[in-house]
């Protein structure tokens, strides 16, 4: 059984702050990893994915990933209140094309 | 591209019945997924399909339900008959190998309501 952990939530942060959204994984196997954006009522959206140690930026986001560690986050900067979500980690398992969900945190980014 | 098509959005039934719910995936898109959202156990992956073909349906939960993949364009999940418990967020979801990874694209989901 693949485990992935996220930080428990939920995560409620001022308008401007830093969020910062961390995850675990037992597959030594996962090669890419993979974040997600669900919003209430909706499906999941792809937000961004890395596969190389170290930092990966688009925009406000920054996702982060050890693999030593079996540890990857992701940081939104400058969080704004259409960033509440909540937000699904998601490691590709060594089995090809599958991706393992976390149960998510519930991010609130309040005015 | 149109994204991934679920149908129905909506889907309310008594216990007992068949439901069939129903997935157009993105076209060129090698893999499909069938997920399961509750609050209670979060998303869980049911099966999924590679060119086609079945790979992994150990998270199908029962005899009750099944899945198929007639063609690269359609799949359905069929669930019969069905359960109180059974009540959740279905989704779809394509995928295929690109730039060395397998980003998957979910579709809208299908919420059933069985009473």
């Known amino acids: 059984q693949k485990e992935v952990e996220q930080n428990s939530g939920p995560l409620s942060v001022p308008e401007g702050a830093i969020a910062s959204l961390n995850c675990t994984y037992s597959?030594?196997?996962?090669?890419?990893f993979f974040w997600y954006r669900q919003y209430s009522g909706k499906s999941p959206e792809l937000i961004m994915f890395?596969?190389?140690?170290g930092d990966k930026e688009d925009g406000r986001f920054t996702a982060q990933l050890n693999k030593a560690s079996q540890y990857v986050s992701l940081l939104i900067r400058d969080s704004q209140p259409s960033d509440s979500a909540t937000y699904l980690c998601?490691?590709?398992?060594?089995?090809?094309?599958?991706?393992?969900f976390g149960r998510g945190t519930q991010l609130t980014v309040w005015p | 591209d149109a994204g991934v098509i679920q149908s129905p959005r909506h889907e309310v039934t008594e216990m007992g019945q068949e439901v069939t719910l129903r997935c157009k995936p993105i076209?060129?898109?090698?893999?499909l997924f069938w997920y399961r959202q509750t609050m209670m156990r979060g998303l869980e992956l049911l099966i999924y399909?590679?060119?086609?073909?079945?790979?992994?349906d150990s998270g199908m939960p029962e005899d009750r339900f099944s899945a198929k993949m007639p063609n690269a364009s359609f799949s359905t999940l069929k669930i019969q008959p069905s359960e109180p418990r059974d009540s959740a967020v279905y989704f779809c979801?394509?995928?295929?190998?690109?730039?060395?990874?397998?980003?998957?694209?979910f579709g809208p989901g299908t919420r059933l309501t069985v009473t």
């Open positions: 998601a490691p590709e398992g060594s089995t090809l094309g599958r991706l393992y």
């Open positions: 076209s060129g898109h090698d893999y």
């Open positions: 890395i596969y190389s140690n």
């Open positions: 979801a394509s995928s295929t190998r690109g730039g060395g990874s397998y980003e998957q694209y």
């Open positions: 399909f590679n060119n086609n073909v079945p790979i992994d």
């Open positions: 597959d030594r196997g996962s090669q890419s």
